[in-house]
């Protein structure tokens, strides 16, 4: 990470945000059996944990910019300014059912959305205390380390991560026929749970590629930053950069997103327009300036709710506080990969 006098203001509040998120996060997974669950929908899940998550990212927030707008998973846009153009775009606990099966894979997602396009990003991973950040035009760092995509040129030699259908309503089949498609293209496939997370691993090169079908704006805003800063592509799966709200999304370095559109595209929900200009996703996946086209020129240039009820699952509610606790999750747990000795 860039040292915090050089960090953009808001970049630094978001920071800020996410590891007062993470230390109440880091605090419960002390205890899972204690947490409170609630089922939104079928196997959708929110814990008391999801929702002061959210409350303490949402009060640094707001009290450093209280005029700013709020999209947030468990409260939507109940709190913040509607209008204004400057809209916080978060996700207090992604990978929730890894969290309650204590499955260390999950994160906090905060993106700040300034007229339509990602301006700056945080994924905070408490459980290894890695924070992938990003500020339009800056780059993406994990840490103190700038991040770059992979360099793998052929799909076939790739690892992808992706996401499966759960919620009632998805289309199982549809979503089978396309892994199919892409295990007998790749290396290999992986399913960890967390898509904010997967965009994150994508950006600092740790996997090749993601692509899932079914996500909302809190999943994607902050990694489609970190995707692009890294010199990653983002879009939907015709290669094109409106992915957002159309709950479809794929990512990767330039020459395996071409090839991964050649082969998801026909799953696309999206319809495929010509070519142009604005077509791409520089920052964000949103209606975004600069530069990459559709899937078709891209290969052509490349080629040869509300809870419905609360259960308690054993013990006495927790006390959840921001405060109090500072470490990963487990005591004496290790990094899994080497750290720097700058603080910070």
């Known amino acids: 990470m860039m040292p915090s006098n050089t960090l953009h203001p808001m970049l630094n509040v978001?920071?800020?945000?996410?590891?007062?998120?993470g230390s109440i996060i880091?605090?419960?997974?002390?205890?899972?059996?204690?947490?409170?669950?609630?089922?939104?929908?079928?196997?959708?899940?929110?814990?008391?944990?999801?929702?002061?998550?959210?409350?303490?990212?949402?009060?640094?927030?707001?009290?450093?910019?209280?005029?700013?707008?709020?999209?947030?998973?468990?409260?939507?846009?109940?709190?913040?300014?509607a209008q204004s153009d400057f809209i916080w775009i978060i996700d207090p606990l992604d990978g929730t059912t890894n969290f309650i099966h204590g499955f260390p894979y999950?994160?906090?997602?905060?993106?700040?959305?300034?007229?339509?396009?990602?301006?700056?990003?945080?994924v905070y991973d408490p459980t290894r205390n890695d924070l992938f950040s990003a500020t339009k035009g800056r780059g993406a760092f994990m840490n103190d380390r700038r991040m770059r995509v992979g360099?793998?040129?052929?799909?076939?030699?790739?690892?992808?991560?992706?996401?499966?259908?759960?919620?009632?309503?998805?289309?199982?089949?549809?979503?089978?026929q396309l892994m199919g498609e892409m295990i007998k293209k790749t290396a290999a496939l992986r399913r960890p749970g967390a898509a904010a997370l997967d965009l994150a691993y994508v950006a600092?090169?740790?996997?090749?590629?993601?692509?899932?079908?079914?996500?909302?704006?809190?999943?994607?805003?902050?990694?489609?930053?970190?995707?692009?800063?890294?010199?990653?592509?983002i879009g939907n799966y015709s290669g094109e950069s409106n992915f957002l709200h159309v709950k479809e999304c794929m990512a990767a370095n330039p020459k395996i997103y071409?090839?991964?559109?050649?082969?998801?595209?026909?799953?696309?929900?999206?319809?495929?327009?010509?070519?142009?200009?604005?077509?791409a996703s520089e920052a964000g996946g949103v209606e975004t300036d600069g530069a990459h086209e559709n899937a078709n020129a891209v290969l052509d240039a490349l080629a040869p709710t509300p809870a419905k009820r609360i259960q308690r699952v054993k013990g006495t509610p927790m006390s959840i506080k921001p405060s109090g606790?500072?470490?990963?999750?487990?005591p004496g747990s290790a990094p899994r990969r080497p750290r720097s000795n700058n603080p910070r």
Not at 14 to 21: C, E, F, L, M, Q
Not at 37 to 54: G, R
């Open 204 to 233: 600092a090169g740790f996997s090749d590629g993601f692509f899932e079908s079914g996500l909302q704006p809190w999943d994607t805003a902050a990694g489609s930053l970190l995707i692009t800063e890294s010199g990653g592509l």
């Open 258 to 279: 071409a090839q991964m559109a050649h082969h998801l595209s026909a799953f696309s929900k999206v319809s495929a327009s010509k070519p142009s200009e604005d077509s």
């Open 14 to 21: 978001a920071i800020k945000a996410a590891r007062a998120a």
């Open 151 to 176: 360099k793998r040129t052929q799909l076939k030699d790739c690892l992808l991560s992706t996401g499966f259908p759960y919620r009632q309503g998805d289309d199982l089949q549809t979503y089978l």
């Open 106 to 122: 999950y994160c906090v997602s905060i993106a700040m959305q300034y007229r339509g396009k990602i301006e700056q990003a945080v």
């Open 26 to 81: 880091n605090r419960a997974a002390l205890d899972i059996e204690s947490v409170r669950v609630a089922e939104k929908n079928a196997n959708d899940f929110v814990t008391e944990v999801d929702q002061a998550s959210e409350e303490a990212i949402i009060q640094t927030l707001l009290g450093a910019y209280p005029d700013h707008g709020i999209l947030a998973e468990e409260s939507g846009q109940e709190h913040g300014n």
């Open 325 to 330: 606790f500072d470490g990963d999750a487990r």
